[in-house]
Each structure stands twice: as structure tokens, then as C-alpha cells.
């Protein structure tokens, strides 16, 4: 079996907030093989590409202004379940909640935005991870 592939990214706030390195190291440390990572800076094109499904949501608009607002960490992340495993090193989606011990859980909080500002991104499937890789990683 191939080994699994998933698109990781440390979302503005984790940059911004100088946790990459922190994050790095968790993934580092649950044995996680790091096959590229790039600083990026997505258009709104981009960005509208990767966040296709939440179109029309509520948290869309802002969800855009906040991926636009400072550079984001890409990484092609390599490992057996790795989009399981990182999902679970994530935490929930509301950082308020996740358990603490996740990135989310341990570094986040509800700021009083307009959006849940949750440090990372990760693919959720083997066709959503396949996808996003493309994007970012053309
Ligand atoms: P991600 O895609 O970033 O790994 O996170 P996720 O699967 O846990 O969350 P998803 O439902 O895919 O939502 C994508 C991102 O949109 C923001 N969001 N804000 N109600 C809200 O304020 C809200 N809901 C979603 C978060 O930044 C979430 O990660
Ligand atoms: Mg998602």
C-alpha cells in the first residue's frame, strides 16, 4: 500500500502568533515525514478553490479575508493515516472545545471574530487531500 499523503496548513494565526515551529514539532514528534513545506501567500482564487464546498456558508466570506490576511505554512505531509492522524493531533474544528493536548485544544480560543480561527487546516479524505495537494503543491 502507498503510503497516504495529506495537506496541512498552519493557517495566518499559527504564523502570526510564531507557533509554527510548535506545531512542526508535534507532528515531528508523532513521526509524521515532512516531503515539502513552502510559506505561501493564496490569492482569493486560490483560496476559493481549496474552501469549494463552504461556498454560500455563513463563515465563507470571512473564512477568505482571514486565509488573506498574512501568509499561511503549506506542508505535504507523508505517513500510514496520516489524515486521521493529523486530524486527531488537530482537535475539533471550535478551538473553545478541542480537547486539550490537540493544537487546537492547547493554542486556541474563541477571539470574538467573525470566523474560528483554528491555527491549522487538514484534508478530511483521500480524494480531499489528493485535491488540495494540487493546489498547493502544483
Ligand atoms: P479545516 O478544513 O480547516 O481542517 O477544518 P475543519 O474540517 O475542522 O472545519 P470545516 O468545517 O472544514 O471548516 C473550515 C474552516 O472554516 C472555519 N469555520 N468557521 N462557524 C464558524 O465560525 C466556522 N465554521 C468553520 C474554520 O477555520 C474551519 O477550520
Ligand atoms: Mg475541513
Do not use: C
Not at 513552502?38 to 454560500?56: F, I, K, M, S, W
Not at 490576511?69 to 475539533?92: C, H, K, Y
Request: hydrophobic share 40%; proline share 5%.
Amino acid at each position: 500500500m502507498a503510503t497516504e499523503e495529506t495537506l496541512v496548513l498552519v493557517k495566518p494565526d499559527g504564523v502570526a502568533r510564531g507557533l509554527t515551529g510548535a506545531i512542526l514539532a508535534r507532528i515531528e514528534a508523532k513521526g509524521y515525514a515532512l516531503v515539502d513545506i513552502r510559506l505561501v501567500e493564496p490569492d482569493r482564487e486560490t483560496l476559493a478553490q481549496h474552501y469549494a464546498e463552504h461556498e454560500g456558508k455563513p463563515f465563507y466570506e470571512p473564512l477568505l479575508e482571514f486565509m488573506l490576511s498574512g501568509p499561511s505554512v503549506a506542508i505535504r505531509l507523508a505517513g500510514n493515516r496520516v489524515i486521521e492522524g493529523f486530524r486527531a493531533l488537530a482537535g475539533t474544528t471550535d478551538p473553545t472545545t478541542a480537547a486539550p493536548g490537540t493544537i487546537r485544544g492547547d493554542f486556541g480560543r474563541d477571539w470574538g471574530l467573525k470566523v474560528q480561527q483554528n491555527l491549522v487546516h487538514g484534508s478530511d479524505s483521500v480524494e480531499s487531500a489528493e485535491r488540495e495537494l494540487a493546489i498547493w503543491f502544483a
